[in-house]
């Protein structure tokens, strides 16, 4: 009797740790090791480096919902393991005490509408846009430099074509975005912000009116710089304390000239005044704070910092994604809005279109579009081996069943500077390498 237990006992015990394995292995295949430095809010955490004992949570398995959390993992651990299908967006205000200036007081944030179209129908006319609107940029800061006024009517019809593309492929228009020119800095920076601020407005639900009013603030944000010398402007190196007022002047000259310019939208105007004031009022030209600042104003702060941490100056180099994140939300609250801050990290997404990123095999490569559905696995143009030598173009898609399984797990290791491997990032959108493949892809 005992051994016929004893058998049956065994043969439970096989079943449950087949089972097991099995279970173990299906879980595997959803976790995603990441490195600490490359951690944003909403990720779930399934497993550490460490045993969960030797760590300070609480619970095994988390969604990252704070900064604390984040300075915690970074803290303890090299790297983790991503749960990818059990992230989810950030509850803004959980474990957190909400700012009485946060955005929701100005207006309500909504959620995103569906992407009209793909990247590869959308990138032939979104280039078109983008190259038209960059000469237009260029063509009005000429004007401003030569002491002309802008044409506000051919400014929003520029925009409009910008709004046009990202409503249909948000990652089309962010990829193009991507290609900086540190010497054609101020008018590619001008057409960026306009690109990110509707990408901005388009994740909280802005009406299609409302986007083009955000898109023509960020385009004309800067424009008052035209008017400062260029031996300051383009200064490499810190500016002396006069030269610095000068720089701070390009607010006030940009609002003046915006009024003085034909059938330009109210909000521009104001936000080329106020894009460098803060919540806490140590901004300037008028130190406003809180609730004097229009949501057009602030979500323009945002991008107007991101695009310029993100960018080559004469005196600084770009920084990636994560690292430009990082400085986002270290400021939010103090001098960004909080809400805001975090609804522009998730419309970027943890791996952006344009970013370079290296892969868990070692191989090189650029993240071309984002999917819905498996956010940390996008369609990537690869570049190089994992000997880091250039090879022939191709599109992946890790989301993919082919790059996901037991045997065959690639995925994203870490966002790259590509200067740091000698990549010439110019050349994959001149030679048209990545409209070709993804229209055969």
């Known amino acids: 009797m005992w051994q016929k237990f004893w058998s049956l006992f065994r043969k439970k015990k096989k079943k449950e740790k087949k089972k097991k394995k099995e279970s173990d292995r299906v879980n595997a295949n ?27 949570f609480k619970f ?107 409503l249909h492929s948000p990652d ?53 710089k035209m008017l400062v010398p260029l031996a300051i402007l383009n200064k490499p190196a810190h500016l002396e ?27 521009a105007i104001e936000t080329a005044l106020t894009h460098h004031e803060q919540l806490n009022g140590k901004g300037y030209p008028r130190h406003l704070k809180g609730k004097q600042l229009s949501h057009y104003s602030r979500i323009v702060a945002i991008v107007d910092m991101y695009d310029a941490i993100t960018s080559d100056r004469v ?3 770009g920084r990636t994604h994560h690292q430009a994140t990082k400085i986002l939300l270290d400021n939010s609250d103090s001098h960004l809005d909080y809400q805001l801050t975090v609804k522009f990290i998730e419309s970027l997404g943890v791996y952006p279109a344009g970013c370079f990123v290296e892969l868990s095999d070692g191989k090189i490569a650029q993240v071309i579009e984002g999917q819905q559905k498996y956010k940390l696995r996008p369609k990537i143009l690869l570049i190089m081996d994992k000997s880091k030598n250039l090879v022939d173009n191709k599109i992946i898609d890790l989301s993919s069943s082919a790059f996901n399984t ?36």
């Not at 200036?101 to 509408?113: M, Q």
């Not at 200067?419 to 959108?429: A, Q, V």
């Open 30 to 56: 959803e976790l995603v090791a990441t490195r600490v430095e490359d951690l944003v809010h909403g990720m779930y955490v399934s497993k550490l480096d460490i045993p969960w004992l030797e760590s300070p």
């Open 60 to 166: 095994q398995g988390f969604n990252i919902e704070t900064n604390h959390d984040l300075d915690t993992l970074r803290e303890v651990c090299d790297y983790v393991y991503i749960d990818v299908n059990k992230q989810k967006k950030w509850q803004h205000g959980k474990n957190r005490t909400a700012s009485k200036d946060s955005s929701d007081l100005i207006f309500t944030i909504g959620s995103p509408p569906e992407q009209l179209s793909t990247f590869a129908k959308e990138i032939a006319r979104a280039e078109s846009n983008y190259k038209e609107a960059r000469a237009l940029v260029t063509e009005f800061m000429n004007h401003v430099a030569n002491g002309d006024a802008i044409d506000g009517t051919q400014a929003k019809e520029a925009v409009s074509a910008c709004v046009n593309s990202v």
């Open 172 to 224: 089309a228009f962010l990829w193009l975005s991507q290609l900086k020119n540190k010497d054609k800095y101020t008018a590619q920076h001008s057409l960026n912000v306009c690109v990110l601020s509707i990408l901005l407005g388009r994740h909280i639900g802005l009406s299609e009116l409302q986007l083009n009013q955000v898109g023509l603030c960020g385009m004309m944000h800067d424009m008052g």
């Open 241 to 267: 304390p006069g030269e610095l007022v000068i720089m701070k002047s390009h607010t006030t000259l940009g609002y003046e000239l915006l009024k003085s310019s034909t059938d330009m939208f109210s909000g």
């Open 315 to 317: 005196y600084q180099k």
């Open 406 to 441: 037991p045997n065959n797990q690639l995925s994203i290791r870490a966002i790259i500077h590509p200067e740091d491997y000698k990549i010439d990032s110019k050349k994959y959108y001149k030679q048209g390498v990545v409209p070709d493949l993804m229209a055969t892809h």
